[in-house]
């Protein structure tokens, strides 16, 4: 149990690492919340699947979910 445990922190920390780099990798926000104020057109406009940033907002969602669940799992097995 002790050795799973190791195991799922170290891929915690792996994942924290990760995500921390992937989020300072992403451009900033200059308009503010232009997404929601009215700049959605720009934001869901064509092309913006394949740039960088979108990739990267992805890549971000999908790592928070992993750090998460690693998180949740660890809780788990503390508590046992």
Do not use: H, P
Not at 12 to 17: A, R
Not at 31 to 45: K, P
């Amino acid at each position: 149990m002790d050795t799973l445990k190791l195991i799922l922190l170290i891929f915690q920390m792996i994942s924290c690492v990760v995500l921390t780099v992937v989020i300072i990798l992403q451009n900033g926000a200059e308009d503010g919340l232009g997404a929601i104020a009215g700049g959605s057109d720009t934001y869901l406009g064509k092309g913006k699947a394949g740039t960088l940033d979108a990739k990267l907002s992805r890549l971000t969602k999908w790592i928070a979910a992993v750090f998460v669940l690693l998180t949740l799992f660890v809780a788990l097995l503390g508590s046992l």
